[in-house]
């Protein structure tokens, strides 16, 4: 898994501070905004998150790319709906060798990943076998109504690709489309994911938690991580709901609130 934040608004707790004070302030915003140094806007957003007032942050967004992670993980991503996505697709990119994502506690006993690894080898074979069929179905029926003949029956497809290249292609991204629905939420996929500061604070409340399935949980930590860096007041508090009020999970809390406590506050999140 890899996460990397690829942009963001610059000098957002700047910008929070700037649009919260407009709110009262007679002054133009350029002049709100040039009085503002690092400490006045930080000192800002500080009183702010204590307030709880968090309309203003919504002005601020980030940008990450995540590689690695399984279409199981990005499920639980994209059920996030105030943000922006853009995946890598499996019609228009083909998943011959394909790789995949092996949960720890499978890889943790020899029985149980050598299981897992030959149903992978297994759903490969059988998605290749079905794009290449699917592939070739459509080829024979293009040759048929266009009266195509094939020196090499046996070389139909490499012959079709060679002299019909469009055709091919439309064809090829057909049959993907059809035999992407045998590969597993195993597989690896990637995806550039955008979400303002306020979503993001919904985010790690819920991804951040113990109890949170651990993929998109190491996900969170990272992003958090980045976010940390360049705007660390502003993200000084984020973290599972327990961070900053009870445990919202009830009889299902992982009762270690004092050490999520102690892991999450401050400006470091550590690993």
């Known amino acids: ?3 990397i934040l690829l942009a963001h608004t610059p000098d957002p707790e700047k910008t929070i501070a700037c649009a919260a004070k407009l709110c009262y302030s007679s002054s133009g915003i350029d002049t709100l905004y040039d009085s503002l140094t690092e400490e006045k806007a930080a000192d800002f957003v500080e009183m702010l998150a204590g307030m709880g007032h968090e309309s203003p942050i919504e002005h601020v967004s980030f940008t990450f790319g995540i590689e690695g992670i399984s279409r199981a993980c990005s499920h639980q991503l994209v059920r996030h709906r105030l943000a922006s996505y853009s995946q890598k697709s499996q019609r ?3 998943e011959t060798q394909f790789s995949y994502v092996t949960p720890p506690a499978v890889s943790a006993t020899p029985e149980t990943d050598k299981l897992y690894r030959e149903t992978m080898e297994m759903i490969q074979q059988s998605y290749e076998k079905l794009r290449s069929a699917l592939l070739e179905k459509e080829i024979i029926a293009f040759a048929e109504e266009n009266k195509i003949s094939f020196p090499d029956e046996t070389q139909r497809i490499a012959y079709f690709k060679e002299n019909y290249k469009k055709e ?3 064809f090829l991204k057909k ?3 059809d035999a ?3 590969l597993p939420n195993a597989c690896e996929t990637s995806i550039i ?3 303002n500061a306020r979503s993001l604070y919904n985010f790690f409340s819920h991804r951040c ?4 399935q651990w993929e998109i949980k190491a996900i969170a930590d990272e ?3 980045l976010v940390r860096e360049v705007a660390p007041t502003l993200f000084k508090n984020a973290g599972p709901s327990c961070v900053k009020g009870s445990c919202p999970e009830g009889k299902m809390s992982c009762g270690k609130i004092s050490e999520m406590r102690a892991y999450y506050r401050g400006t470091d999140v550590k690993y």
Do not use: P
Request: hydrophobic share 50%; charged share 20%; with cysteine.
């Open 168 to 170: 091919y292609n439309a």
């Open 92 to 94: 228009y990119v083909s």
């Open 180 to 182: 992407r629905f045998v």
């Open 193 to 195: 994911v955008t979400m």
């Open 223 to 225: 992003m958090l991580r």
């Open 175 to 177: 049959a993907q489309e």
């Open 1 to 3: 898994m890899k996460v």
């Open 209 to 212: 938690c113990n109890r949170a």
